[in-house]
């Protein structure tokens, strides 16, 4: 477990000079178009997700990043109530022409920006003979096979709250074709501020995260994230790294019984499990992976209980 979550400084610094030189020829492509959305000026692309928050769990094989649009002359209603204003300079704003708009004439369409940085995307790896993008939920998906990195782009409009608050809309990847919105450095600072003080905080996180993905369950890694963070903020941390290891995987189990983990940074409810099947299932097996962590305190032979944590957590 331990080398499966350690990240090599090498294939870090290797995988960073990629994601900067490819990101470079997005804004420069963007730039290059005209009648077609803008990048926002002080701040174009904003990298998040789990690598950024130190909660990534195995090599660094993919980046998060929100190519930010300029939104003058924009607003984010949502129930006819304004949440915001959007941020930009630039007039007239080719984001909000007619055909970046919703059939229904109600807004920007998550669907038509998606397709438009795919577009981009496209155009950028055909240069360098690189793989055709993907459509993949929320985000446009480039590979660049000589690194083997993924990188999901993720269109943004960025927006500011008549309490100064910024926030930025991205599409929900759903068939309503519908917007969420975010806010990644508030969640990167709420999680340091959980954080602080509590010693393997993020291994947990990791833990939970490569059960995630070891058990198959259909659930982001990013609502296991959120549900922990909500933990830690409101319970104790103990000094037992199995004790809150324990207690961490028992509240996820608790959580996915309930349906609702809620993005605590969204203006608008976002349950970010609403609609997935089977988590009664994928709660009983947590509840068996602590059953049996406890069954083995009482073994004195250590080489075994390694042996055997080994194959829980990773589910062989």
């Not at 607003?75 to 919703?102: A, C, Q, T, W």
């Not at 994230?225 to 037992?240: D, L, M, P």
Request: glycine share 6%; net charge neutral; with cysteine.
């Amino acid at each position: 477990m331990t080398l499966t979550i350690k990240l090599s400084q090498s294939d870090i610094s290797s995988a960073v000079a990629s994601r900067e030189w490819f990101l470079e020829r997005i804004k420069n492509e963007i730039a290059r178009r005209t009648d077609e959305p803008v990048l926002y000026g002080p701040e174009p692309f904003v990298r998040f997700g789990s690598y950024f928050k130190r909660t990534k769990v195995a090599a660094v094989d993919e980046f998060d990043i929100l190519v930010v649009l300029d939104c003058n002359n924009g607003r984010f209603v949502s129930g006819g109530v304004e949440i915001g204003k959007g941020l930009g300079s630039v007039s007239p704003n080719p984001r909000y022409y007619d055909k970046y708009m919703k059939s229904d004439g109600s807004g920007v369409s998550p669907a038509k920006m998606l397709n438009w940085l795919k577009g981009v995307v496209q155009t950028v790896v055909s240069g360098f003979g690189g793989e055709a993008p993907e459509r993949n939920g929320q985000a446009v998906t480039a590979i660049i096979k000589s690194k083997d990195l993924k990188i999901d782009l993720v269109p943004a409009g960025i927006f500011q709250s008549s309490n100064g608050r910024i926030f930025y809309d991205i599409p929900k990847g759903d068939a309503n074709n519908s917007w969420i919105l975010t806010a990644p450095r508030e969640d990167i600072d709420l999680l340091n501020s959980v954080a602080k003080n509590k010693e393997y905080f993020r291994d947990v996180i990791r833990l939970c995260k490569y059960i995630r993905t070891a058990y198959n369950f259909k659930v982001s890694s990013f609502a296991i994230e959120t549900a922990i963070v909500q933990y830690g903020k409101s319970n104790n941390w103990f000094s037992s790294l199995a004790l809150n290891v324990y207690e961490t995987l028992s509240h996820l189990a608790s959580v996915f019984r309930s349906g609702v983990i809620n993005d605590p940074l969204d203006f608008i409810d976002n349950n970010l499990i609403e609609g997935i099947e089977s988590l009664d299932w994928y709660a009983d097996r947590i509840d068996k992976i602590v059953t049996d962590l406890k069954a083995l305190e009482k073994e004195p032979d250590q080489k075994k209980v390694r042996q055997k944590v080994d194959r829980i957590f990773k589910n062989i």
